[in-house]
């Protein structure tokens, strides 16, 4: 896998939509690529990783060759947003099983609270070049 810093989500989820949104709206330097887990980049990159094709419930940040789920995604990703959002970062510092426990709470329930769409959300043209497919 390339360089890039690529962003997995859940394309039905509503949270997860106004995620990516977020991402691009405060992505400055426009490093990020996105694709959904639903579609065949996110399949074939579960699979090749050995997790559950299924499970949609973790952002996946890839970067350097190297994933992260859960809290550490997109805690991972705020160190490349603009000075507005970065500081998201500094979560780090909280034990991880603590991030993720709460992490895991918002994933678990994000449907009823967010919403979810019938189908994956489609990029604009203007973002579909930061779209893998």
């Not at 050995?50 to 550490?72: G, P, R, W």
């Amino acid at each position: 896998m390339k360089t890039e810093k690529i962003i997995l989500f859940d394309g039905i989820c509503n949270l997860c939509n106004q995620s990516v949104q977020f991402v691009i709206k405060h992505d400055k330097a426009n490093q990020f690529l996105f694709a959904s887990l639903q579609s065949d980049f996110g399949q074939n990159f579960l699979k090749e990783k050995k997790l559950d094709a299924t499970y949609f419930d973790s952002m996946v940040f890839i970067e350097n060759d190297k994933f992260y789920t859960k809290s550490s995604a997109p805690l991972r990703i705020a160190n490349y947003l603009d000075q507005k959002v970065s500081w998201l970062r500094f979560f780090m510092i909280v034990p991880k099983p603590i991030r993720d426990f709460v992490y895991s709470i918002i994933a678990k329930n994000r449907y009823r609270w967010f919403g979810k769409k019938e189908s994956c959300w489609l990029p604009t043209p203007e973002l579909k070049a930061k779209f893998l497919e």
